[in-house]
C-alpha cells in the first residue's frame, strides 16, 4: 500500500473559509450587488431579492444564495473533436490551456509587442495541440486583421478548424453569443452545443460587486444553452477591491457567489466554474501585477473557498509582467504555475503570456509547458514503486555498487523522472559550447519551428469545415470584409 502523501498548498484555515464565505453572502445584502440585465434583475427579484437602487444594485438574501450553490454540478468534463471527456472539472483535477485574449505578439527577432493577426493565432493553436501539458486550446489573441464585430467568433472559428482539443473562449458583446453556439453545434457531433460541450465561456464580473448588462446577461445566455460558463472574478488589491489579500478574497467570492445565483436562476444545474484573474495593484507603477505572490496567494485562498463548497476551479496563473522571456519571466511563471498545481486548481489559464496578460508568445508557450510539466511531477510527489521503499534496489547488491545496470533502473527511469525537450539545457558545459553557447530562447525559438513543422492538423468532417467557413464569411462580409484571411493548415 502506498502511504506517501501527495503535496499540496493551503493557505486559509478552515474556520477562516467559513468567515470569508460569511462576510461575503453579507456584502451580497448590504451594500449589495450592481446588476446590469433587466432579466437577471427581474430574475433575482421574484426569486426573493430586493433591487435597492435605481441603477440596478440588487440585495440578494442569504436563503437564495445557498438555494443556488446547492444546484450546481460538482463535476462535468469538456469534449474532444471526436467527443471524449478529456478535461474534468472536479477535485484536485488539473489542466492547463494558454492566456486569452492578450492583444499582442512578442517579435522574438525583434523583441518588440506589435499587435497580434490571425496568423499568430493559429500558430499558438498549433503547438498548443502539439504539446500534450496543454489540455486545452484558448482563443489566446485579439486577432486584429479582422473587423472587431466579428473577432469573437472568428477566432473560435479558428480553433475549431485547427485544433481536436476542447476549448477556453468568451465572448465580449452579447450579439455573438448564439453565432458562437452555432459554431460548436456544426462543429460537434452532439443535438446541441451543450450536449458534450467542447467549451467553456469566461464570463466577468467587473469589479467591484458589479455585473454589467453584458456580463450578467451572458450568465443567463450560457445557462440556458447548458455551455460551462467560467467566472473570472477580477479584484485589483488596492484599488477595485480591499488593499488586503483576505478582503480580495472575500470581494471575489462575494462576485462569483451572485454570479452563480443569476446563472442557477436562469437554468439550475447548468455547470459554472468559480475561477478568477486577481492582481496586484502596483501603486508605484500604477500597473496590475499577475506575477507577484500576492497575487498567487489571492488565488490558493479563492480556490480553497471554492473547494470547501465543492466547486469547480479555474485560476490565471503561469504568467508573468516581464516583457521579454527572461529570468522575471521565469521565475514569477513557474512559481505561480507550482503553487497552482498544489493548490488543486481545475483549470490553469495564462501559460504564454507577458506583459499583464497583454502579449502572448510561442516561445514562452513552449518553455511554460517544460514549467507544467515540472509541475505536474512536483504534484505526483514521491512514489512507492514496490512492496519494499528501496530494499528491492539492493537484490544481489555487491560493493562498490553500481545502479545503472539494475534492472529496476532501467524499468522506472522514464516513470519516476521527467525528461524535458530541448528547451532545457542538462547538457555538459563542453555541450553547450559545442552547440553555439545558446541561451533559453534560442532554444525555444527551435522547439517552435520543429512544433510548426511537425503539427498535424486533426480530422474534420470537409462538410462541417465548409459549414464553418460560409457562417463565419457570411458575418464577415456583412462586417466589409470581402474574403477572410488566408489560413495555413500545414
Not at 486583421?145 to 468568451?170: A, C, H, M, N, Q
Not at 519571466?329 to 506583459?355: D, R, W
Not at 547488491?397 to 528547451?423: A, W
Request: with cysteine; proline share 6%.
Amino acid at each position: 500500500m502506498n502511504t506517501i502523501m501527495q503535496p499540496n498548498f493551503r493557505v486559509l484555515a478552515p474556520e477562516t473559509i467559513s468567515r470569508v464565505i460569511g462576510e461575503a453572502i453579507e456584502l451580497l445584502e448590504s451594500p449589495g450587488v450592481k446588476v446590469g440585465s433587466p432579466q437577471a434583475q427581474d430574475l433575482l427579484q421574484s426569486s426573493g431579492a430586493t433591487i435597492t437602487s435605481q441603477d440596478g444594485v440588487v440585495s440578494i438574501p442569504e436563503k437564495l444564495i445557498l438555494q443556488s450553490l446547492e444546484a450546481v454540478p460538482r463535476d462535468f468534463s469538456l469534449y474532444s473533436m471526436d467527443g471524449e471527456p478529456v478535461v474534468n472539472y472536479s477535485g484536485d483535477n488539473v489542466h492547463f490551456n494558454p492566456g486569452s485574449s492578450g492583444v499582442a505578439m512578442l517579435d522574438s527577432d525583434s523583441l518588440e509587442h506589435r499587435p497580434s493577426q490571425s496568423d499568430d493565432l493559429v500558430n499558438i493553436i498549433k503547438i498548443a495541440e502539439m504539446l500534450p501539458v496543454y489540455d486545452a486550446q484558448s482563443t489566446a489573441v485579439i486577432c486584429h486583421d479582422v473587423p472587431e464585430e466579428i473577432g469573437d467568433f472568428y477566432r473560435l472559428y479558428l480553433v475549431l478548424l485547427l485544433s481536436g482539443k476542447p476549448i477556453v473562449t468568451g465572448a465580449f458583446s452579447n450579439q455573438t453569443n448564439e453565432v458562437m453556439f452555432e459554431l460548436l453545434r456544426i462543429g460537434s457531433d452532439a443535438a446541441s452545443p451543450g450536449e458534450k460541450p467542447r467549451a467553456i465561456f469566461d464570463v466577468c464580473p467587473s469589479p467591484p460587486l458589479n455585473w454589467t448588462n453584458f456580463g450578467s446577461q451572458n450568465l443567463i445566455d450560457l445557462a440556458r444553452a447548458n455551455i460551462p460558463a467560467q467566472i473570472v472574478s477580477m479584484p485589483l488589491s488596492g484599488a477595485a477591491s480591499p488593499i488586503t489579500l483576505i478582503g480580495s478574497i472575500i470581494q471575489h467570492a462575494a462576485e462569483c457567489l451572485s454570479g452563480i445565483t443569476i446563472h442557477q436562476l436562469a437554468n439550475p444545474g447548468a455547470p459554472i466554474v468559480w475561477g478568477g484573474a486577481p492582481a496586484q495593484f502596483d501603486m508605484r507603477a500604477g500597473t496590475t501585477s499577475v506575477g507577484s505572490v500576492e497575487t498567487t496567494l489571492i488565488i490558493s485562498g479563492y480556490a480553497q473557498v471554492a473547494k470547501s463548497l465543492d466547486l469547480p476551479t479555474h485560476a490565471y496563473l503561469g504568467a508573468t509582467d516581464a516583457k521579454l522571456i527572461d529570468a522575471q519571466a521565469g521565475m514569477e511563471s513557474a512559481t505561480s504555475a507550482v503553487f497552482g498545481v498544489l493548490s488543486g486548481i481545475n483549470m490553469i489559464s495564462g501559460p504564454g503570456m507577458l506583459n499583464f496578460l497583454a502579449c502572448q508568445s510561442l516561445e514562452k508557450l513552449v518553455l511554460d509547458a517544460e514549467i507544467i510539466a515540472n509541475a505536474k511531477r512536483f504534484l505526483k510527489g514521491i512514489d512507492q514503486t514496490s512492496e519494499t521503499l528501496t530494499l528491492d534496489h539492493y537484490d544481489n547488491f555487491k560493493f562498490p555498487g553500481n545502479f545503472l545496470k539494475h534492472k529496476l533502473t532501467r524499468q522506472l527511469y522514464r516513470e519516476e523522472f521527467y525528461l524535458p525537450s530541448q528547451v532545457i539545457d542538462r547538457g555538459s558545459l563542453r555541450d553547450w559550447r559545442d552547440k553555439g553557447k545558446h541561451g533559453t530562447l534560442l532554444r525555444a525559438k527551435s522547439q517552435v519551428e520543429d512544433l510548426l513543422a511537425s503539427y498535424q492538423r486533426p480530422e474534420m468532417e470537409v462538410r462541417k469545415s465548409q459549414e464553418l467557413t460560409r457562417l463565419v464569411s457570411a458575418y464577415a462580409s456583412q462586417a466589409g470584409m470581402e474574403y477572410l484571411p488566408e489560413i495555413k493548415f500545414d
